[in-house]
């Protein structure tokens, strides 16, 4: 048999769920009405628009420049021997990844400012895969036109 005081409180429960249904909802909507204020308002900065594609810019830049790296100064010899082990690093980091572009890029710019090249290729040689050995073969030309072009700028820089 069911009681009068509990039919009261099975009623009061429901209406406790309810409300409580009720409350979320309007917080749900208060929520999506501030995102579409806040987007608003953005879009509405007269600067945005400038902000977004010097963001989009930025990030193309750093996208495609990744591996091209910029060479020290050759004369400085702590900072060749800084940046030949950054590149050795990251380029066995990225040809551990699968990303063997990049990571080849980074090898050969270590190659071309060793002071043996040809010990480092036959480790190289050694140690990496026929088909990545030879994406490195590939590349070597165009950094060592780098090279030429880096000192190239540098000999006019001790004109001036």
Same mark, same amino acid.
């Given at each position: 048999?069911?009681? *009068? =005081?509990? @039919?009261?409180?099975?009623?009061?429960?429901?209406? =406790?769920?309810?409300?409580?249904?009720?409350?979320?909802?309007?917080?749900?909507?208060?929520?999506?009405?501030?995102? @579409?204020? $806040?987007?608003?308002? *953005? #879009?509405? /900065?007269?600067? $945005?628009?400038?902000? %977004? *594609?010097? #963001? #989009? #810019?930025?990030?193309?830049?750093?996208?495609?420049?990744?591996?091209?790296?910029?060479?020290?100064? !050759?004369?400085?010899?702590?900072?060749?021997?800084? $940046?030949? !082990?950054?590149?050795?690093? !990251?380029?066995?980091?990225? %040809?551990?990844?699968? /990303?063997? +572009?990049? =990571?080849?890029?980074? %090898?050969?710019?270590? @190659?071309?400012?060793?002071?043996?090249?040809?010990?480092?290729?036959?480790? !190289?040689?050694?140690? %990496?895969?026929?088909?990545? $050995?030879?994406?490195?073969?590939?590349?070597?030309?165009?950094?060592?036109?780098?090279?030429?072009?880096?000192? =190239?700028?540098?000999?006019? +820089?001790?004109?001036?």
């Amino acid at each position: 048999m069911i009681h *009068r =005081g509990e @039919i009261s409180t099975i009623s009061e429960v429901m209406m =406790g769920g309810k409300s409580s249904t009720i409350a979320a909802g309007v917080c749900g909507a208060l929520f999506v009405g501030y995102c @579409i204020y $806040f987007d608003k308002k *953005r #879009r509405s /900065d007269p600067n $945005f628009k400038n902000r %977004l *594609r010097e #963001r #989009r #810019r930025n990030q193309a830049a750093a996208k495609q420049g990744t591996g091209l790296s910029k060479l020290p100064d !050759l004369k400085d010899a702590e900072a060749v021997q800084k $940046f030949f !082990l950054e590149e050795i690093q !990251l380029g066995e980091e990225l %040809l551990a990844q699968g /990303d063997y +572009e990049n =990571g080849i890029e980074h %090898l050969t710019n270590a @190659i071309a400012v060793c002071g043996q090249p040809q010990q480092l290729l036959q480790v !190289l040689q050694q140690t %990496l895969p026929p088909p990545v $050995f030879q994406m490195l073969l590939t590349k070597l030309p165009t950094i060592s036109q780098r090279i030429v072009s880096a000192q =190239g700028s540098l000999n006019e +820089e001790d004109l001036e």
